[in-house]
């Protein structure tokens, strides 16, 4: 319970369970979620949920790699994988091509696509990503060490193309199906990505298609990021 936080020390203990995460290999960290998931009781269902956290926030490689390995297995699903697939942005520690194209590669995936809220939080988090660290120079720059692994920027033309053709197939089918919901949350993704590109794909619809003007409003505002 939160009123109860600074009595036990929540958060100290949960940077030392972060740290400790952060230390482990793949191969370690699948046999220590094979005994943490192992619930029995409330303690254990708490524990499990720590670590599971403590899995997106360490930002690691190996953490990453399994995290997505359990959400593309179902063992993680729904709105709890979501909540942890959005703290990547703030937690990837280096958000390689690789990694970037991976979630790609789950939110197209046969199992994630049927989860909504969870494919939609998947494509705004690799908008997000992209623009973060391939994108936007200045922010890649600050955030990422560069000067050890030479400049994200470099490898924009690999990551791009793929990350945008995937948002504009998004959109023509939502728009397409009148999934009004869907195409906001798409629309906000191609803002996310914050690259020129995206008014090849957003321009067109400015002029018709038949958005209505609450849609191609939206479509405004989601360019502020240019």
């Given at each position: 319970?939160?009123?109860?936080?600074?009595?036990?020390?929540?958060?100290?203990?949960?940077?030392?369970?972060?740290?400790?995460?952060?230390?482990?290999?793949?191969?370690?960290?699948?046999?220590?979620?094979?005994?943490?998931?192992?619930?029995?009781?409330?303690?254990?269902?708490?524990?499990?949920?720590l670590?599971?956290?403590?899995?997106?926030?360490?930002?690691?490689?190996?953490?990453?790699?399994h995290?997505?390995?359990?959400?593309?297995?179902?063992?993680?699903?729904?709105?709890?994988?979501?909540?942890?697939i959005?703290?990547?942005?703030?937690s990837?520690?280096?958000?390689?091509?690789?990694?970037?194209?991976?979630?790609?590669?789950?939110?197209?995936?046969?199992?994630?696509?049927?989860?909504?809220?969870?494919?939609?939080?998947?494509?705004?988090?690799?908008?997000?990503?992209?623009?973060?660290?391939?994108?936007?120079?200045?922010?890649?720059?600050?955030?990422?060490?560069?000067?050890?692994?030479?400049?994200?920027?470099?490898?924009?033309?690999?990551?791009?193309?793929?990350?945008?053709?995937v948002?504009?197939?998004?959109?023509?089918?939502?728009?397409?199906?009148?999934?009004?919901?869907?195409?906001?949350?798409?629309?906000?993704?191609?803002?996310?990505?914050?690259?020129?590109?995206?008014?090849?794909?957003?321009?067109?619809?400015?002029?018709?298609?038949?958005?209505?003007?609450?849609?191609?409003?939206?479509?405004?505002?989601?360019?502020?990021?240019?």
């Open positions: 319970k939160p009123i109860k936080m600074p009595s036990v020390d929540t958060i100290s203990k949960l940077n030392i369970l972060v740290s400790s995460v952060s230390k482990m290999s793949l191969q370690y960290l699948e046999q220590t979620t094979i005994q943490m998931s192992n619930v029995k009781n409330s303690v254990d269902r708490v524990a499990w949920r670590y599971r956290d403590a899995l997106a926030l360490s930002g690691t490689g190996p953490a990453f790699n995290l997505r390995n359990l959400i593309s297995n179902g063992k993680i699903k729904g709105e709890e994988a979501a909540q942890l959005s703290t990547l942005p703030s990837l520690r280096y958000p390689t091509v690789q990694q970037i194209l991976n979630l790609l590669s789950l939110a197209t995936s046969d199992n994630i696509k049927n989860q909504e809220h969870l494919n939609s939080t998947i494509l705004l988090t690799v908008a997000r990503l992209t623009n973060k660290a391939y994108v936007d120079k200045s922010t890649a720059h600050r955030n990422y060490p560069e000067h050890m692994y030479g400049r994200f920027g470099s490898k924009i033309s690999i990551v791009l193309p793929q990350v945008l053709d948002l504009k197939n998004n959109l023509r089918d939502a728009i397409q199906n009148k999934d009004t919901p869907r195409v906001q949350v798409l629309i906000e993704a191609l803002g996310n990505l914050g690259h020129p590109a995206i008014l090849d794909v957003l321009v067109p619809y400015l002029k018709g298609y038949g958005l209505s003007k609450f849609l191609r409003m939206h479509i405004i505002n989601n360019m502020n990021s240019l």
